[in-house]
C-alpha cells in the first residue's frame, strides 16, 4: 500500500485548507483509512477516519463541524476538507489506514506498522 500526503500549507485563521492522501495497493475492499496530526509537544491524534467498506465516518470532537472527509475512489484519493482553521489545528497531517477496523477504532488506535503510514503534510495556521 502507498500513501502520499498533499495540500499542506500556511492558511490564516478562519481560512480552508484541503489536504489529500494518494492510496493505492490495499490487499482488499475492507480497509479503513483516516487522517492523523501531531504538533510539537503534542501527543498523536485522530482527526477523522473513513471505512471504504460502509463509508461511515468517525471525527475528533476538536474538528467536528469544521473538517470533512471524503473518498474519491476512481482517483484513489482520499480528502480532508479542512475550513474555519484555528492555529490549534497547526500541525503535521498524515494519513494511514488498516484492514478490516471500524472507523473510530482506527482514529482511537491507529496501526503501530510503520508501512500502515504515509509521508506527513504541514499545515500551518497563523495570521
Known amino acids: 500500500v502507498q500513501l502520499q500526503a498533499s495540500g499542506g500549507g500556511l492558511a490564516q485563521p478562519g481560512g480552508s485548507l484541503r489536504l489529500s492522501c494518494a492510496a493505492s495497493g490495499f490487499p482488499s475492499n475492507l480497509y479503513t483509512i483516516g487522517w492523523f496530526r501531531q504538533a510539537p509537544g503534542k501527543k498523536r491524534e485522530g482527526v477523522a477516519c473513513l471505512a471504504n467498506s460502509d463509508g461511515n465516518t468517525y471525527y475528533g470532537d476538536s474538528v467536528k463541524g469544521r473538517f470533512t472527509i471524503s473518498r474519491d475512489n476512481s482517483k484513489n484519493t482520499l480528502n480532508l476538507q479542512m475550513n474555519n482553521l484555528e492555529p490549534e489545528d497547526t500541525a503535521v497531517y498524515s494519513c494511514a489506514w488498516d484492514h478490516g477496523a ?14 500502515h503510514w504515509g509521508q506527513g503534510t504541514l499545515v500551518t495556521v497563523s495570521s
Open 102 to 115: 471500524s472507523s473510530w477504532l482506527l482514529c482511537n488506535a491507529p496501526p503501530d506498522r510503520s508501512d
